[in-house]
Structures are given as structure tokens and as C-alpha cells.
């Protein structure tokens, strides 16, 4: 070779590498924003949202960093998820505002790397630019509003990609080191999420089906007649019965719910299904229900591979979130659950590009792909939350309400347009007169728009997020961490009572690491983690269950016999000199507005040993025609009744006094009562009044009256 040649081959060689470098920079800055995006999110973030998940993941993870072993305050919880462990190194920061900050941006990354196994499977169906916009449109879709949020999602969807790839690869016969992987790892992501557990149902179900309709399974059915092919169906389905009786004991769940509640089941499944297709632009999900099904790559065992496991997929996943959906509507609330769809959302992406990426698109696919997501987008409503955390996907709809005004109809509209628009999409190599250059340009700038609107939508419901994490924490003391402060790191034990509204708590303790008991004397403390009701082991306010820390929290109008360091609103830090620990004094039944139903009490124990005690009346409630109420008020020495909460032993005072209003003259009425301690007054109100039984407002509460307590020792 001479010297010349040698040179051009050189050059050659260096005009490819370049050529190839800068045919990636497209896909790298593209790939840079969108992580940028998802990275301001998570700055913008100023405390978690989702209580008690994300307390609860933040007390696991914190116990694993300090101990080596999960616990909620303080008790075992055992394995949970390798995502606890993902996380737990953060929390050995110095403090909780750094150690949330860190692990945002953490969760957000691992998160972001599902783009990597999403490329790598789409590589192996489509041309390279093909699988890259699959790569990067799953940075855009809905699933990312998890990102920054303390929950076991951020590594249960580039854990299930991930699962995904490596399947398709065993299903499609790469060897027997991909089918042994594809099962292990299949097993392995079920400690991250049991949900995940659909991924191994999946891979079954995928590879039976491939099997069945293989060269194995046609020359097992060679000599089948119709009424055998029948007859395998039937057993099948008598086999699916059985099983299904068999399991259902040992599933509280599922059993539950499809026997008392299919129709919910199917409902919500589908309603979350249409919250999944808007926030994947409509697009997307047209095209990847129709990749399911594509004649001229019926015979690439890759793509057959991939439409197994991908329907599979919607089918084991689909049926979770219905299943689950309907369990929560007979547990705790009715919500639409996307959150559970949002692993499906590459394989859409995937299949989109496949069908794009097609020479020619099979009609009839498409039109019953259509047909299918215009029921599931047209038919049901949508949630406009800002956000609506359980379904991200509305975040499109809610961004055209709050910032067009749009009505539900409007947004109805506006979605059959896109419909409409993407089906044409769909069809536009169909036309041999539309010119290549052309149809490709539509695509494209079809493919933009989607990823713009999967992206508006995923950012607004982040910037819900982000209002109401602020919202939050601006109803807190700041310093956020002012128990840690205070205490210098030494324990607290939290002690409330009468919690209705659970989010102040869950935020103390979530920025407090200090905090290592929450207990209610009433028994209403809303977890998560264990929890003790220390009733009153003496009539002098002596407690039960003494933890022993040096501190307590106390809320809820709780008063300890201790020494008050610092109080914010409720709040009020005592020091302990001595154990065991002791109630000053007490209110029993005050609703966290300040209403009495038809009974109250208070107790004073000490140390004053004699002094006034005084009781104010009230009623801010004044409806016309509304009954007179009266008040019966019983003074007297404590006694403990048999749940050990102090009642009067017997009565010193008797008192029964008509209830003031806003529509008297005088509207409170104070009474005074010198007494010896300890004391208990009882207050029974007769009769209650409903607001919303006289039009005041929509409270459905039987109230009493409004009371003050006080003692003034002498």
C-alpha cells in the first residue's frame, strides 16, 4: 500500500468517527436538556409530598444507614425494597436538608438511567435513531413527576426497563445465559417493588404464548381437531378457576375484589388506562397498540418477541392496577392509579417507533388501535388536581385548565382533535402522494409535539408538586429541624392528641430525626410506624409507658407537669427533670376546630394543690330555628373509668347553664369553681346541631358547643 493510500484510509477512517460523533450530539444535548429539566424539578422540590410513603421510606432508609437494618421508629420492619438501601448512604449527611436534597437529585438520575436499557432494546427492533427518540421520549413521559419523591418507584422503572430488555432478548432465543437472567433478574426486581412481581407473570406468560404459537406448539396441535382446540380452552379456563380458588385465601385482595367487586376492577383499570394515554400524548398510545400486530415482521423473531412480552405486559400490569385500584376504593379512597401503568410507557415508546419505522402500516391495526384509545380518552373525565399524585398523566389537561380556562368539555374536544391528528400521522405512508420528505417531516414534527406534550404535562404536575410542598412548609416552624435544634440531636417522644389532620406531624417528624416515639393519648396518631396510647396510670396525671427520653413534643392542647423550653403554635418542648413521666392537665373530645360534640372533659392534676378553675362557653352557631342547647357541667374529684381516662369520681358542682350563641346578647358564659386537685370537669351538651342540616355550610358534624378550660392555683 503506498504512502498516499494509506493516507485517504486514514482520513477515511477519521471522517467516520467524527461523522458518527456528531450524528450523536443531536440525541446527547436533547438527552442533556430533558435531564436538566428533570434536575430543576427536583431543586424546586422543597419538601417530600406523598405522607406517609415518603416518611416512611425516609424512617427504613435512615434506621439501614445507622444500624445496617430497617426500622420505623425504632421497630424492625425487616426487608422492604433494595430501594431503602439505595438511598440510606444519603442520610449519614449532617443534616436532614442535606440529606433530601442529595437523595432528590440521587433518585432523580437512577430514574433517568432507564433511557439506557429502553435504547438498548430499541436498538435491537428499530435503526438507531429510532430507538434514541424511544430513549429519550421516556425522559418525557409522566412516570418522571416520581423522580424526586423519597418512594421505591424511582428504582422500580429503569429496574423493570432494565427486565424488559433482558427478556425480550431470552424470548426471542438469544441462549439459554439470557433466559437464566431474564428469570433471575425477573425475581430480583420484585425487592424493589412487588408490583413488579407482573414482570415475572409477564415473562411466563409471554414465553407460553410464544411457545404455543411456535413450531413446538403447531406440531403439538398438528393433529387437533376444532373440538379439541375448544377443549384446550375450556380446560384452560377451568384450570384459571380452579387456581383462582385455590389462591384466593392466601390473597386478601385479590379474592376480596373479584368476588364483591369485578365491576370496579374494570372501571378504575380502564379509567387509569385513559390517564396513562393522555399523558403519553395519544400518540404514542395508538402507536403502540397497533406495534402489536405487524405483518411484514411476522417472521423477526425480535419483534415477535418484544409483542409477546409487551401485551403481556399491559395485561399482567392492567390487571394490577384495576385490581388494585378497587381494593383501595372498599379500603381507604377512590383514586384513578396511573401510577401503577407508568412501567408500560417505554414499551409504548418502542412500539410507536416500530410501527413509524415500518415500510408499510397495517390499516386495520391502527383503526382498532384508534377505536380503543378514543374509548379510553373520550370516555371517562379527568381529574384536574394540581397535582393529581396518583395520576401524573392529567397533567396536560390540568396545565389547559388552570392556564386556558378549558372545561372538561373543552379538553374533551381538544383530545378527539388529537386524535384525529395522530391517526393521520399514523396513515401518512399509506399515501403514495405524499411525497417521502414530506410524510417524514409530518412525523417528525408529530413525534416533537408529542414529546413537548408529554413534557408540559409531566412539568406541570411537578410545579403542583412543588406548590404543595411549599404550601406546607410554610405553615411550619423554620428552622424546619428546630426540635433537632433544640434538643441537640438527644430523643424525643411526640405526644398529641385529636389528630384529624395528620400532614404538620408527618413534616415535624420527617425534618426532626430526633423525634423517636409518636404517641396520642387517644389513639389517633395516623402512623406511619409503631405507635402507644400511654393512658393515665394514676388520678395525680401519672402516664404508663414511659419511654424515658429526656424530651417530649407535646400537641394537641397536651400539658405536661415538665419544664417548657420552647413552644410554636401548639407545639410546646418540655425538658423531663424525672420519671416517670406526668400530665399537668388534660382535654378530652376538642375537635381540632375547638368544638365539643355532645361530651367533654378536663382534668388538672397538679402541682397547684388547690385554686380556681374556670370554663367558658360558647357557640358560634346561630341558625334560625335551631334548639336552644343546653349545658350540664359536673365538677368534681378525678377517678379513672375503665379505659383509665379521668372522669369526675363525684360531683362537688353541679351546673346546667343554656349554651350562649352569636345571636345572643352575651355570646359566652364563664363560670368559676374553687377547687382541690386534682379535678375533673364533665360537659354534656344536649341537644347537637348539625351546620349543613340548617344550610350554615357542608358540615355534616353533630356540634355542641365551644370551651375553654383554665386553673389558677392559689
Not at 544 to 559: F, H, I, N
Amino acid at each position: 500500500m503506498t504512502q498516499a493510500s494509506a493516507a485517504t484510509n486514514t482520513a477515511a477512517v477519521e471522517r467516520t468517527t467524527l461523522d458518527r460523533f456528531l450524528a450523536v450530539v443531536p440525541a446527547a444535548v436533547a438527552g442533556l436538556t430533558l435531564l436538566s429539566i428533570l434536575l430543576w424539578e427536583a431543586s424546586a422540590l422543597k419538601s417530600p409530598i406523598i405522607f406517609g410513603d415518603e416518611l416512611e421510606w425516609s424512617m427504613i432508609s435512615r434506621a439501614i444507614a445507622h444500624t445496617g437494618h430497617g426500622a420505623r421508629l425504632g421497630q424492625p420492619t425487616g426487608f422492604r425494597s433494595f430501594f431503602a438501601y439505595l438511598i440510606s448512604p444519603w442520610w449519614r449527611l449532617s443534616s436532614t436538608h442535606a440529606a433530601y436534597t442529595a437523595i432528590k437529585y440521587w433518585d432523580t438520575l437512577v430514574m433517568a438511567a432507564a433511557a439506557v436499557p429502553v435504547y438498548l432494546l430499541g436498538r435491537t427492533l428499530v435503526p438507531t435513531r429510532w430507538a434514541a427518540v424511544a430513549a429519550l421520549g421516556t425522559l418525557c413521559t409522566s412516570a418522571y413527576f416520581y423522580a424526586p419523591l423519597l418512594l421505591p418507584e424511582t428504582l422500580a422503572f429503569p429496574a423493570f426497563c432494565l427486565c424488559a430488555y433482558v427478556s425480550v432478548q431470552a424470548l426471542a432465543g438469544r441462549g439459554r445465559p439470557w433466559t437464566v437472567t431474564a428469570v433471575l433478574l425477573s425475581i430480583a426486581v420484585i425487592g424493589v417493588r412487588t408490583q413488579l412481581a407482573m414482570a415475572l407473570l409477564a415473562l411466563a406468560l409471554a414465553a407460553a404464548w410464544l411457545w404455543v404459537v411456535g413450531p413446538r406448539g403447531r406440531r403439538f396441535r398438528s393433529g387437533w381437531s376444532l373440538a379439541d382446540h375448544v377443549g384446550a380452552a375450556l380446560l384452560l379456563i377451568g384450570a384459571f378457576v380452579v387456581l383462582n380458588r385455590f389462591a384466593s385465601p392466601h390473597a386478601q385482595q385479590w379474592s376480596y375484589v373479584t368476588q364483591s367487586f369485578k365491576g370496579r376492577i374494570w372501571h378504575l383499570g380502564l379509567e387509569s388506562g385513559s390517564a396513562f394515554a393522555i399523558g403519553l400524548a395519544i400518540l404514542p398510545a395508538i402507536g403502540g397498540l397497533a406495534s402489536l400486530w405487524v405483518p411484514e415482521r411476522r417472521h423477526d423473531a425480535q419483534w415477535r418477541a418484544f409483542a409477546a412480552y409487551f401485551a403481556a405486559s399491559i395485561v399482567s400490569f392492567g390487571t394490577y392496577t384495576g385490581v388494585k385500584a378497587a381494593w383501595n376504593s372498599t379500603q381507604v379512597f377512590t383514586r384513578v392509579e396511573e401510577r401503577n401503568l407508568i412501567y408500560l410507557g417505554p414499551l409504548f415508546l418502542i412500539g410507536t417507533v416500530i410501527v413509524l419505522s415500518s415500510r408499510r402500516i397495517w390499516l386495520p391495526g391502527v383503526l382498532a388501535a384508534t377505536a380503543f384509545v378514543a374509548w379510553l380518552v373520550l370516555g371517562y373525565g379527568y381529574q384536574l388536581d394540581y397535582p393529581y399524585s396518583d395520576s401524573p398523566g392529567y397533567g396536560i389537561a390540568t396545565m389547559a385548565n388552570r392556564a386556558f380556562y378549558w372545561t372538561q368539555t373543552d379538553i374533551r374536544i381538544a383530545i378527539g382533535v388529537t386524535l384525529v391528528v395522530s391517526l393521520s400521522v399514523l396513515l401518512l405512508k399509506r399515501s403514495a402522494r405524499i411525497p417521502r420528505t414530506a410524510a417524514s417531516a409530518g412525523v417528525g414534527l408529530a413525534l416533537l409535539t408529542a414529546a413537548v406534550w408529554m413534557t408540559a404535562g409531566q412539568v406541570t404536575s411537578a410545579r403542583g408538586a412543588q406548590n404543595a410542598a411549599q404550601q406546607s412548609i410554610d405553615h411550619l416552624v423554620h428552622p424546619l429541624n428546630w426540635v433537632d435544634q433544640a434538643t441537640h440531636g438527644a430523643g424525643v417522644t411526640y405526644l398529641g392528641q385529636n389528630i384529624q389532620a395528620p400532614l404538620g406531624l408527618w413534616l415535624t417528624e420527617f425534618w426532626n430525626r430526633s423525634i423517636e416515639h409518636v404517641y396520642t393519648l387517644d389513639g389517633s396518631a395516623p402512623g406511619p410506624g409503631p405507635t402507644v396510647t400511654p393512658d393515665l396510670k394514676k388520678p395525680d396525671g401519672t402516664l404508663r409507658v414511659d419511654p424515658g427520653l429526656s424530651y417530649v413534643l407535646a400537641d394537641g392542647g397536651v400539658t405536661l407537669a415538665a419544664d417548657p423550653i420552647r413552644q410554636h403554635g401548639t407545639l410546646i418542648l418540655y425538658r423531663l427533670r424525672s420519671h416517670p413521666w406526668k400530665l399537668r392537665q388534660t382535654v378530652i373530645g376538642r375537635t381540632g376546630d375547638g368544638w365539643f360534640q355532645s361530651y367533654g372533659a378536663y382534668a388538672y392534676f397538679g402541682p397547684d394543690r388547690s385554686g380556681t378553675l374556670s370554663l367558658q362557653i360558647q357557640s358560634t352557631l346561630c341558625p334560625p330555628k335551631a334548639p336552644v342547647q343546653y349545658a350540664t357541667i359536673r365538677v368534681g374529684p378525678v377517678a379513672l373509668d375503665e379505659q383509665r381516662a379521668p372522669v369526675v369520681r363525684r360531683a362537688t358542682y353541679v351546673r346546667r347553664v343554656v349554651v350562649p350563641t352569636c345571636a345572643d346578647t352575651v355570646r359566652s358564659r364563664l363560670l368559676s369553681f374553687a377547687v382541690k386537685t386534682p379535678v375533673a370537669v364533665e360537659v354534656r351538651i344536649a341537644p347537637t346541631i348539625s351546620p349543613a342540616a340548617y344550610g350554615v355550610n357542608s358540615d355534616t358534624r353533630q356540634l355542641g358547643a365551644q370551651i375553654g378550660f383554665g386553673f389558677k392555683g392559689h
